[in-house]
């Protein structure tokens, strides 16, 4: 049973056009959702972790949003450079710092 | 620049053979980990180290084996190489007790075996 599902698993967009990613997750205690973009060739690059219920974080166009269920990341007038796959991933109450990971969303921004 | 260092980036293997992928991180990170990522698969934990001088099984430990050297380096050892652990393999590290910052990646070695 996958505890970390992301959709779409690819979208393109227009630049400016804004969108959301979605990461629904399966745990029996939550002590951390957590969003990374990867680039082509490199490693993951931290963005947010969220914590509980209604928080929120924003970095430049992206905001990231929880619920008891899922994670939104929201992207606003997204530009090419916005390229990229996003990843989601948990931690999971009793699971020391060991992260489990979504398959990703890519996401392809165009002119 | 401060980070996590991996060595090689590529490497081509026969089935059979072996290897030892390199880790090490200059952050003073208590914690470490290996990833392996494949297509349609995501990030998949293979073996991690809480603290110096321990180590513990992930999700796809088969066929792979780690070494906790010191706190800066985390080793992976595939003893005898499949075509199976064709993958792209990420290590990684965490500091435990400052909140939940995420972990920092490195870049990652791309593993073929044939």
């Known amino acids: 049973e996958d505890q970390v599902t992301q959709s779409p698993e690819a979208l393109r967009l227009q630049e400016g056009e804004s969108s959301s990613l979605n990461c629904s997750y399966t745990v029996s205690g939550l002590r951390g959702l957590f969003w990374y973009r990867q680039d082509p060739g490199k490693g993951p690059e931290f963005l947010f972790t969220?914590?509980?219920a209604g928080e929120e974080k924003e970095k430049e166009r992206l905001k990231a949003t929880l619920t008891k269920k899922e994670s939104f990341l929201h992207i606003t007038a997204p530009k090419p450079e916005d390229s990229a796959t996003y990843l989601c991933a948990v931690r999971e109450a009793g699971g020391g710092n060991k992260l489990t990971f979504g398959t990703g969303t890519q996401l392809k921004v165009e002119l | 620049n401060a980070g996590v260092t991996q060595t090689p980036k590529f490497q081509v293997l026969k089935t059979g053979q072996s290897m030892t992928l390199q880790c090490a991180q200059d952050m003073n990170h208590n914690s470490m980990y290996w990833y392996r990522q494949d297509p349609g698969m995501g990030l998949r934990l293979i073996y991690y180290s809480a603290s110096e001088g321990t180590t513990d099984k992930g999700e796809v430990p088969n066929g792979y084996n780690v070494s906790r050297l010191n706190k800066r380096e985390f080793s992976l050892r595939l003893e005898s190489a499949a075509p199976s652990q064709t993958s792209v393999y990420f290590c990684?590290?965490?500091?435990?007790?400052?909140?939940?910052?995420?972990?920092?990646f490195g870049s990652g070695t791309r593993l073929t075996v044939v």
């Open positions: 990684a590290s965490s500091e435990e007790g400052k909140g939940l910052l995420g972990y920092t």
């Open positions: 969220l914590y509980s």
